[in-house]
C-alpha cells in the first residue's frame, strides 16, 4: 500500500482527487484478491455466486476504510495548506 500511496502521491493531482484515486484503487486490488481466494474455494465448497459477491464484496469494503485510517496519518502534500 505504500508503493500505492507513493506511486499517486508522485503525481500532479489535487490532494481531494489522489485520495479518491487511492480508495478507488485500494478497492479494485483487494476485491481482486478476493476473487482469487473465492475461485480457489469454489472448487471444493462454496460454488454457489452469492459467495463471489461475499468474497470480493468485504475486502473492497475493507479497503475504503484502511485508506481512510491510513489517510489520518499520511496525507497527500499538494501545496493548498499554509498551515
Keep these: 500500500m ?11 493531482l489535487s490532494e ?3 485520495l ?6 485500494s478497492a479494485a486490488v ?9 475461485s480457489l474455494v469454489q472448487l471444493w ?6 459467495w463471489m459477491i461475499v468474497f470480493t464484496g468485504y475486502p473492497a469494503f475493507l479497503a475504503v476504510v484502511l485508506v481512510i485510517i491510513y ?3 499520511h496525507s497527500f502534500h499538494d501545496g493548498s495548506y499554509k498551515g
Excluded: E
Excluded at 20 to 25: E, N, Q, R
Excluded at 30 to 38: E, K, S
Excluded at 45 to 50: F, K, N, Q, R, V
Design 2 to 12: 505504500k508503493y500505492i500511496w507513493n506511486q499517486v502521491d508522485s503525481l500532479n
Design 20 to 25: 479518491k484515486m487511492m480508495v478507488i484503487l
Design 16 to 18: 481531494y482527487f489522489k
Design 71 to 73: 489517510s489520518f496519518n
Design 30 to 38: 483487494l476485491a481482486a484478491a478476493g476473487l482469487c481466494v473465492w
Design 45 to 50: 465448497a462454496l460454488d454457489h455466486w452469492s
